[in-house]
């Protein structure tokens, strides 16, 4: 419990819909629990707070970061109990001399969110799950189930938007709505919330919901008022869809308990999927919204309304006391509108609904979790959904089992109890729930909960009986077994289950006597039933008998048609239909049971036996008896659960007498729809050549009598008609829901029939064309538009399976297609509810065009309009669901596509839906992979001694596909790249963001080799022997070798051993703060044998190639102090060591997590014969460095000899310098630093574009070892250009950062503590020689070059820099000839920064601000790097272009100083716009891009160089005037309101945009540039504006249009132009005209 509580809180959310922007202010009055309260700790996990008081004063606050990955993992994910009860993220100190009541004050900005607070539609609106984590991201507050306090809520809204009035809707009852004081264009709306209220029950809508409407009734005044919102003016469809909603409120409040708030409002938003329960207030999706004319959506509506209104109960008022606890919220709520069901629809609609559930429970319920166990989590969207089915089933059995045990009280008695006891603010749990049943009803349910709730698993029964005469006795045998029986989870145990089941037999006088079964936990059962009717015979076979017992049949069909209320004379003979007509017998073909057995109809005893009479076990039964005795069931038992069971039985038992009973129950309206529903379903099953296809002579003969017009002859002729002979429908009345239902199923059924060739036979194509041809709606009061959606789906469903449709030329006039495509054009005219229509016309001709393979069925010019953004939610889904399965993934430009849909932030629910279809595809791919390769052997080897290998098919198919997936989506860089964005965009939703990032571990394998694996009881090993191919790709597998801690970094090895697999987390974000690497390599300088280059034609100015040998040798496992940087994945990928000539090696990455005993290493040696040349980058061991000479600067520097005047280190020296080493190794924090940064293993491609002198501790030691340093300040020098380079990569406050720092410390105490002279030599530039300096008092005070370099990264310079570079001036003899001479770079750049002096027109400086605004176009992406053919598939990209060329060699050749003049980089730059143009057609995407960027250089070129392609302006030197006005300058942008985007550097973790470092590659921000001029470290002005510019290129990089950040930047921009222009400083600014 935490240390106070809050008893009330008032909230204000200034809502700002056109910038998706919310400012908050929040006020809790606090009563301490402690005597001294010293700091409040508060749930804020999205709002960013600005400013916080308590009590009248500024109290100081912080933000509580994660720190680790496997905390932000936790955090994401919300793994674990502990957060239902976690501390908080906000951190506030109480101010001294504050004691008692506390009144605590904050201000705070919600920008763009979407998750807890989603816009979309025009509509901004909550996403509470009634459990901890929602209401913390948009209010800070105790979001803790078990705090509960009283509510304020203020709204300021416009008063319309568009037009449209907007309003507000929110939890608790509404007290004002008023103008607001200062802007008459907006208005203050505040709800009250009287009744103690958790903060993760609140939630509120907001938006132009002009369909308002009050509804009446007993219920809505006993609750205080319901009320219904609908977007566009729908009030009819929100008064219609909610007119139940008074009556369960007043049935529930009546059987359980009093509504407990003041108002209860119902809300209907565009594309929510789900409903979101709220304090007196529900939000469901528009999808459920329906007109008072139809009649499907009206049944779906009033089950998910009446269970929305049950959760305000439970759910919204009555939460878990643990997350163990979920079931029983779930149940119950489930349980009360069970009960709704049975009293708004009746018993027989309840307990139809229950069977049904029970079988789904049952069906579901294999390698399951329990509903309750310990250190249980939230649930996923999975288990939620099987535990919203089981535990209302699981209720219901306890409930009938008190009942039958106690004293006749379940569990209606129970639920008022939990609600009083809930009123207190205690919350339900699973213990004091039980003990409540006890308590009341005088049961113990702890031996069944042990079963049902704590267990997983169904019972499967398997029941034989025989009758012993000599006993009079039915001898009944039970078997029993689990659904869990094959199970391979590990809590899914096999389990036997005990208690008492009902067996009822009808007897002989026709009384059913009722026997109660002690069932056991044992394998096998056997009981003894005695028999009550003194024994005899039944005489089954004479006229006489059949006529009595079917008028007793007729009989009790009449007590039902009293029952429900029915008068029908046509229906009252229908169980005689045949029997006393002979004619009627013969055109219907009705045969009689007994009339081909007699002799087994007269030895039967009894009329027929039930298991499990009273519905009280979810179990599969098998149970055998006798068809005419399930005819028997089905024709006398009043129960719709005896007749469900009996209708199953006889499908499986083809008969024509079993189709003559299923015939007359279909035709009888007094029997209950679903079971004669049922029945036409089950016909089909009996229309089969071996039965003369007498299902489908019923199912013909009843569509054409019950709902097709007479033929012309007369009705007496009717019945002798032909099956096959035409005939119109009967005009639309679905005023009998029954028979309106059973029109359906027949039609239904009738498409289910299949003849020889796999489709529809002729009667039944005829008779469902006409229907849907002449479809005559005009005199119905309900609409036809499902009934024609059910249709088209049908008609479909004729052909779909047909081998001639496959086969033959399918043209305009096919009737099925005309049907289809006429009723879509209609709905086009006319749309149809929620566009049923136009959704099933889609789906129609996805399944048919994928069947025919002989004419294009498929438009995707069609589908494509379909699936635009303008379409409704469920057209667009269904449409895009057809393109992925037309289109797959394998093309980059549909990747492309279905990428950008699946990560759309405005799609809602259909990006989520895009994101399950990939995810679905790939699975569905794999298994169809797996099923066909037949040479993949998976055994799951339990870890006990005589186990024998179980061989699992269905894993073995999935895994075996995913390894074909990988090799056909693994060379798709661009799609590689868009999914994994998408995967850590947070713009996107949760869930689509959840589906994408499974998606993209799959293909690519991507883990995080940070988090250790979880530890397990039981190993499992899954071996795969794959053939050649995947043999030779995945030699190598990734291991992780786990230290122990849940956040060290593990170290990476090479195993030989088979690949062990063991859960992984999907998502894994980056450590917090951290710049996160580029999604996609494209530096040539990868220092890691994962990739090798795979273009042979060498780039114009690429430098010669290497020739690489790979060698693999077995080597000591790695200390665990000798690891990885942490890093967001670890892939690593085989190369063959000498690829055939013209093959290009395939590149895989594999991940692991396992632990293993010992692994091997993989190194480098260069070849002592001729190998095959390899174009590119030199490639490196990621243990030691290579010995091969650096190309560049940049490379890895190799270990150095000696100098030949040096005479290296004397021997106190060494042992001096190895103690500092020692010291600095055996340091906790120094593990990053030991051995050289391998891009590709530590996750960070982008290294060596940054960090220009690569450096590590172990590479030190090497030196050392090797007498590599004439000097000891070579070697102080290299020392602290590891921190230097750790400084310059990673961002202050970051892990790495921090531990960097802590060793330098270290190291300078270290290092002065030994007392070794700091001797720096002082570099002759131009000739490369080294010369002593003379003075030893100015070279010790002289810093390292590589400090230097931290300057120009925008580090603080010393002063000890400063006298070193003006000692280097005075000493330097000559000037630097070129960078091919250059021994120490460092110090070369450190000189020419002192001695560089603006030159009037620097060219060099105006090209490298036009590439910086270049690279910040979003139309660059495409020219930043270098083309891969092979990942990009575009094989013949240099059999066109001959000279390639890209913007990052542009960079690296003006950095490099490769350009001469300004004429060669603008020749570069068009040099890429014409590749772009000569290889990508005008009507492709690229090519738009390369026009896009053509523009733009052609306005920055002008700009910079005062002319089209002409001279350069004059750069105006920073003087001290220069610099104050910019410093005031600065000051005015700063002080701005828009400015607050751009004042500090990007975080993306705290700002939740983990890719702005993959998009944004040259970050800029206020603060840098003030510090840059306070360093002086702008030479001219143009620099100064260029960083400006900067900003703003980064902000609309990374900002789509119409975003809040994006407005800023506009604003930013204009305000900037208006400063610059005072001075004539603009003309480097890039302003629209």
Known sequence: MSDFGVTHQLVTLDIDFERQLVRGITELSIEPRVSSLGTIRLHCERPVVRSVWVNGQTAEFRRQQVKTRRQLVHKLLRTGDDTLHDEGDLEITVPQGQTGSLKVRIEYYVVRPQSGLVFRGGIVYTETHVNPSSARRWVPCLDDMGERSTWDLFFVVPASVGGEAVTAVASGELSSVVPHPHDVARRVVRYIVSTATAACTLGFAAGPLTGAC????????????????????????????????????????????????????????????????????????????????????????????????????????????????????????????????????????????????MARMCHADVNQKPLSYPEQGPWEAGEAAFAEVKAPVVLYM?????????????????????????????????????????????????????????????????????????????????HQESTNARATAPWARAQLFAGQMTARIREADGTPYEHVLDIRREHVGRFEVQFNTKYKRIRRSTRRFHMRQMAAAAEELNINAEVLGLDDEDDSNIALFGAENAAEKRDWRVVEWGEDDEESLASATFEWIRMDSDL???????????????????????????????????????????????????MDARVFYRVRADAALALARLATPELAWIGLHHLAKIYKRRFCLPPRAGEDRADAEDISAPR????????????????????????????????????????????????????????????????????????????????????????????????????????????????????????????????????PLLFCAMADAQAGVAVREHAVGALMLHWGLGDARAARYFAAVASDER??????????????????????????????????????????????????????????????????????????????????????????????????????????????????????????????????????????????????????????????????????????????????????????????TKPEGVDPPVRVKLKLKLAKPRSPSVST?????????????????????????????????????????????????????????????????????????????????????????????????????????????????????????????????????GTIRQRLDANAYARVSDVERDVRLVFSNCSLFNPPQTPVYNMGKDVESVFIAEWDKCGLSRELADTHIGTGEVKQAGDAKKASDTKNSGEAKAKRAGDTPTSEAKKARRASKNKAKAKPSGADELDDPDAIMAYLDD??????????????????????????????????????????????????????????????????????????????????????????????????????????????????????????????????????????????????PFVRPVDPVALGVPTYFDIVKNPMDLSTIQKRLAKRAYKCVADFVADIQLIIDDCFLFNLPGSPVNACGVALRDLAASLLRQDNWVQWLSVPS
Not at 322 to 343: E, I, K, P, T, Y
Not at 627 to 656: E, G, I, N, T, Y
Not at 757 to 773: F, S, V, Y
Not at 1427 to 1449: A, C, E, R, S
Request: hydrophobic share 45%.
């Open 907 to 1096: 799609g809602g629910r259909v990006s989520e839906t895009a994101a399950r279809f990939v995810l679905a595809l790939t699975v569905v791919r794999a298994m169809a992979y797996g099923k066909q390769h037949s040479s993949l052997l998976f055994q799951e080897q339990q870890q006990k001694q005589g186990g024998a290998p179980e061989h699992i098919d269905t894993d073995a198919r999935l895994v075996g596909g995913l390894e074909s997936f990988i090799d056909s989506l693994g060379d798709s860089r661009e799609l590689q790249t868009i999914m994994a964005s998408a995967v850590h965009d947070s713009a996107l939703a949760a869930h689509a963001r959840r589906l994408l990032g499974l998606l993209h571990m799959l293909v690519y394998q991507v883990v995080d080799s940070s988090v250790p694996p979880p530890t397990a009881g039981q190993r499992k090993k899954l071996k795969i022997k794959m053939g050649a191919r995947s043999r030779n790709r995945n030699k190598l597998h990734v291991r992780n070798a786990s230290s122990g801690s849940d956040d060290t970094p593990l170290a990476l090895a090479v195993a030989d051993e088979p690949l062990d697999i063991d859960d992984s987390f999907a998502l894994l974000p980056q450590i917090a703060g951290t710049r996160p690497p580029a999604l996609v390599v494209e530096d040539e300088r990868m220092n890691s044998p994962a990739y090798e280059p795979l273009a042979e």
């Open 616 to 666: 009280e076990w979810a179990c599969v039964m098998h149970f055998e008896q006798p068809d005419f005795m399930w005819a028997a069931q089905l024709q006398k038992d009043r129960d719709v659960v005896a007749q469900l069971d009996a209708v199953d039985a006889l499908q499986h038992l083809p008969s024509a007498a079993a189709a003559t009973t299923l015939m007359r129950t279909v």
């Open 214 to 357: 009050a509804l009446g009734g007993a219920g809505a005044e006993a609750a205080g008022g319901v009320f219904a919102f609908a977007p566009g003016g729908r009030a009819a469809d929100a008064q219609a869809t909610c007119a139940v909603v008074p009556e369960a409120l007043e049935f529930y409040a009546r059987e359980f308990g009093a509504y407990p708030y003041a108002t209860y409002k119902v809300v209907f938003v565009e594309g929510l999927a789900g409903v979101v329960t709220c304090a007196a207030l529900t939000l469901v999706g528009t999808d459920v919204l329906h007109g008072s004319r139809e009649i499907e959506a009206a049944y779906e509506a009033r089950r998910v309304l009446g269970l929305a209104v049950a959760r305000q109960w439970f759910g919204a008022f009555v939460g878990a006391a643990a997350w163990g606890d979920q079931w029983l919220v779930a149940g119950l709520a489930g349980f009360m509108a069970a009960q709704f069901v049975r009293h708004h629809l009746g018993a027989n609609e309840q307990r139809y609904r229950l069977k049904r559930d």
């Open 728 to 859: 119109l429908p009967r005009p639309n009345n679905f005023a009998n829901i029954g028979e309106y239902f059973t029109q359906l199923a027949v039609a239904a059924a009738l498409s289910n029939v299949r003849d020889r060739h796999g489709e529809a036979p002729l009667p039944a194509r005829r008779l469902l064309l006409a229907t849907a041809r002449y479809n005559d709606n005009s005199e119905n009061v309900f609409s036809d538009a499902r009934f024609l959606a059910a249709l088209v789906r049908m008609l479909a469903n004729c052909v779909v399976a047909s081998k001639q449709f496959a086969e033959r030329a399918v043209g305009a006039d096919d009737a099925v297609l005309f049907e289809i495509e006429r009723l879509r054009r209609a709905d086009a005219l006319v749309p149809s509810p929620h566009s049923v229509v136009t959704c099933a016309c889609l789906d129609a001709l996805t399944r048919l065009s994928v069947v025919q393979r002989t004419h294009a069925l498929f438009n």
């Open 398 to 478: 306890l409930d009938r089992r008190m009942v039958k045990g106690g004293v006749s009280v379940g569990l209606q008695r129970v639920v008022p109890g939990v609600l009083v006891a809930a009123t207190g603010g205690a919350a339900v749990d699973t213990a004091g729930f039980l003990r409540t049943c006890r308590r009341v009803s005088g049961v113990d349910a702890s031996a069944f909960a042990a079963q049902w709730v704590f267990a997983s698993g169904c019972p499967v029964f398997h029941v034989g009986y025989a009758f012993n005469r000599k006993k009079l006795a039915v001898e009944i045998t039970l």
């Open 1125 to 1257: 940087l942490p890093r967001i994945s670890s892939p690593l990928a085989h190369v063959p060591a000498e690829p055939p000539a013209g093959q290009v090696p395939r590149v895989s990455q594999v991940s692991g997590a396992a632990q293993i005993p010992s692994a091997t290493q993989v190194s480098l040696t260069a070849p002592k014969t001729p190998a095959v040349p390899v174009p590119g980058p030199e490639l490196k061991s990621p243990k030691a460095p290579s010995k091969a000479k650096p190309r560049t600067p940049k490379a890895k520097p190799a270990p150095a000899k000696p100098a030949p005047e040096a005479t290296g280190l004397t021997s106190d020296q060494r042992k001096a310098v190895h103690r500092v080493l020692r010291k600095l190794g055996r340091h906790p924090s120094a593990f990053p630093f030991m051995v050289p940064v391998d891009v590709v293993r530590d996750g960070c491609p982008t290294y060596y574009d940054i960090v220009q002198e690569p450096m590590d501790l």
């Open 1395 to 1540: 001695h560089a002096q603006v030159t009037e027109g620097d060219w060099r400086l105006a090209c490298r601000r036009v590439l910086q605004q270049l690279q910040a176009q979003p139309s660059a992406l495409e020219f930043m790097a270098p083309v891969d053919p092979v990942k990009q598939g575009v094989p013949t990209y240099f059999d066109i272009v001959k000279n390639p060329m890209d913007l990052g060699t542009i960079r690296k050749r003006l950095d490099r100083s490769h350009y001469t003049s300004p004429d060669q980089f603008r020749d570069d730059v068009m040099l890429v716009l014409d590749n772009c143009f000569l290889f990508n057609p005008p009507d492709t995407f690229v090519h738009a891009q390369g026009r896009a960027l053509q523009l733009v250089f052609e306005r920055v070129w002008a700009q910079q160089m005062h002319g089209p392609m002409g001279g350069i302006p004059p750069d105006l030197p920073m003087d001290d005037a220069a610099v104050d006005r910019a410093r005031s300058i600065l000051a005015r942008l700063k002080r701005d309101e828009s400015a607050w």
